[in-house]
C-alpha cells in the first residue's frame, strides 16, 4: 500500500511498512477513486491536440489510471472542456454533462474554456463554460502544454482525495436535479437567467410594474 494512505498520527513500524496500513474509509475511498478518473474522449478546438498528446506515451496519462478515454458519457467521471465553447454547442455540451453519472468533475482546458480566450468578444462564443457547467479546475495557456494538463490532473486529485464521502453531491439522499440545457435562438438563452430577464411584454415584469 502506498504510504500517502497512513494516517500521519498512527506511524507504521519500520519492518511493517508495505504491509499494514491504519487509514479512513474516506482515504482509501478516494484514494481508489482519485486513481482511477476515466476523462471522456472528445475534443473542441487546438487544446484537443495538445489533450492527445497528453496521452501519448512521451507523457503517458495512464500513470495516473487515466488511459481509459471513454467515448460515452455515462462511462466518464471527467469533462475536459479542451477548446473553444461556441453558442452553437453549448446546448449539446451540457446535455452531455447531465449524462455523466456523479460524482463527476469538469476541466476548463486553455483560455477559450475559461473565459473566451482570443475569442471573448466574438459572436458567436461563450466567455467561458463557467457560466454553464461547474468547473473544478481551470488549466491556463494557450494551448496549455501537456505538463500544464498533467498539473490540472494533480490539482483535481488533490481536490477528490480531500472530499469527504457524505460532501460528495451523488452520495446524498434525495435526487439531483440536471443543469438546464440553454437555448440557441436569435441569441443563447442561460435558462438560469430566466428570472433576471424583464419581460417583454410591458407592464408584467414584477420590479417595473
Ligand atoms: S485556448 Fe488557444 S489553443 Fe486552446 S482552443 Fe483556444 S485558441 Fe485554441
Redesign the pocket.
Do not use: V, Y
Given at each position: 500500500m502506498p504510504d500517502d494512505l497512513n494516517l500521519p498520527e498512527f506511524p507504521i513500524p519500520e519492518d511493517l511498512r508495505g504491509q499494514v496500513t491504519i487509514t479512513t474509509l474516506d482515504r482509501i475511498y478516494n484514494w481508489g477513486r482519485r486513481a482511477s478518473v476515466w476523462p471522456m474522449f472528445w475534443g473542441?478546438?487546438?487544446?484537443a491536440i495538445e489533450m492527445i498528446a497528453t496521452a501519448t506515451s512521451r507523457y503517458d496519462m495512464a500513470r495516473f489510471g487515466m488511459e481509459v478515454m471513454r467515448p460515452s458519457p455515462r462511462q466518464t467521471d471527467l469533462m475536459i472542456i479542451s477548446?473553444?465553447v461556441t453558442k452553437k454547442l453549448i446546448p449539446q455540451i451540457v446535455r452531455l454533462y447531465n449524462q455523466v453519472p456523479e460524482p463527476k468533475y469538469v476541466m476548463a482546458m486553455?483560455?477559450?474554456?475559461s473565459g473566451g480566450?482570443?475569442?471573448k468578444e466574438g459572436y458567436n462564443v461563450v466567455s467561458g463554460v463557467d457560466q454553464f457547467l461547474p468547473v473544478d479546475v481551470y488549466v491556463p495557456?494557450?494551448?496549455p502544454t501537456p505538463q500544464a494538463l498533467i498539473h490540472g490532473f494533480l490539482t483535481l486529485h488533490k481536490k477528490i482525495a480531500a472530499q469527504p464521502i457524505k460532501a460528495i453531491p451523488g452520495y446524498r439522499k434525495g435526487t439531483l436535479e440536471p443543469l438546464p440545457i440553454p437555448v440557441l435562438g436569435p441569441d443563447l438563452i442561460n435558462l438560469r437567467d430566466l428570472p433576471r430577464i424583464p419581460s417583454a411584454v410591458p407592464g408584467s415584469d414584477p420590479e417595473t410594474a
Open positions: 473542441l478546438a487546438c487544446c477548446g473553444t486553455g483560455a477559450c474554456a480566450g482570443p475569442f495557456g494557450c494551448p
